[in-house]
């Protein structure tokens, strides 16, 4: 089935999804074609709905579907009111998991242009092993970095053995960080506080994968003296034709099986 999309964000992820919705034979249109669009393709994030975005939902034909990345409860709330269905894509498993790899590789090249030396030979610290700090972990061990895992769950930490590299609990981290000028966060709580910051070598460099706030006190580090950053959406800054492109193939996929629901 071919769709017509109206699309409002206008960034390079955006139109880099317009292309492959385009190459799959699908017709994109901007708000003038929100009338006969099936679907209204909506900007991510999505703090809120308003301006032109809250236009198209409510001047959109009765049983259109709207789709964005990281809705807000307020925009969610507003769809609602409109009539619209609005769907978060973000939510699912298959774009987190395919967002992990363009997360990592834009992880590596702020480690490249933020240290003095290789990714080889070097220790580095990954905190968390789920998907993010999986494909992180995978990809620097890969370049030939000496990678240690530090992951509450025993099983992410077996995970992190088979995979080559060398793994400890959490509740070990205040002993660990000596030992590393380099490390990465993928938990989403406070993991690096001021004490643990303290223990890191002067200069040491933080790349803060973790959804906003991060878990690192980033005033600290910068009082420590400390390179710490927060890095999120990754994807969309390093890689905005991929992400846009995944954006594309996970929205098919949602209305594909839309589409096979109604038939059974």
């Not at 669009?37 to 994030?45: R, S």
């Not at 925009?75 to 790899?101: M, S, T």
């Not at 998907?131 to 992410?156: I, K, M, W």
Request: glycine residues 10%.
């Amino acid at each position: 089935m071919n769709y017509v999309f109206c699309q409002l964000g206008q960034d390079a992820r955006q139109q880099a999804a317009a292309r492959a919705l385009r190459a799959a034979g699908h017709t994109v249109r901007g708000l003038a074609g929100v009338a006969a669009a099936d679907c209204l393709l909506l900007p991510m994030p999505l703090p809120d709905l308003d301006g032109a975005a809250l236009a198209a939902l409510q001047a959109a034909k009765p049983g259109a579907l709207a789709m964005a990345g990281l809705v807000s409860e307020p925009a969610a709330a507003k769809a609602k009111r409109a009539g619209v269905e609005l769907i978060d894509y973000y939510r699912r498993d298959e774009l987190a998991c395919l967002n992990a790899v363009p997360t990592a590789e834009g992880c590596l090249c702020l480690l490249m242009q933020q240290r003095p030396r290789t990714i080889w030979e070097s220790p580095i610290l990954v905190l968390g092993y789920g998907r993010v700090g999986q494909a992180v972990a995978r990809r620097l061990a890969a370049l030939g970095a000496r990678v240690t895992v530090a992951a509450r769950s025993a099983e992410q930490r077996a995970g992190a053995r088979c995979a080559g590299c060398r793994a400890a609990p959490l509740s070990a981290l205040d002993r660990l960080l000596p030992g590393f000028d380099a490390v990465v966060n993928t938990i989403p709580a406070p993991v690096l506080g001021r004490a643990q910051l303290a223990r890191l070598p002067k200069g040491a460099v933080i790349v803060d994968l973790a959804s906003a706030p991060g878990g690192t006190d980033f005033a600290a580090a910068d009082a420590l003296g400390l390179h710490a950053a927060l890095a999120p959406g990754l994807p969309g800054r390093c890689a905005p034709d991929t992400a846009g492109e995944l954006i594309a193939h996970t929205v098919l996929n949602i209305l594909a099986e839309r589409e096979q629901g109604r038939d059974l």
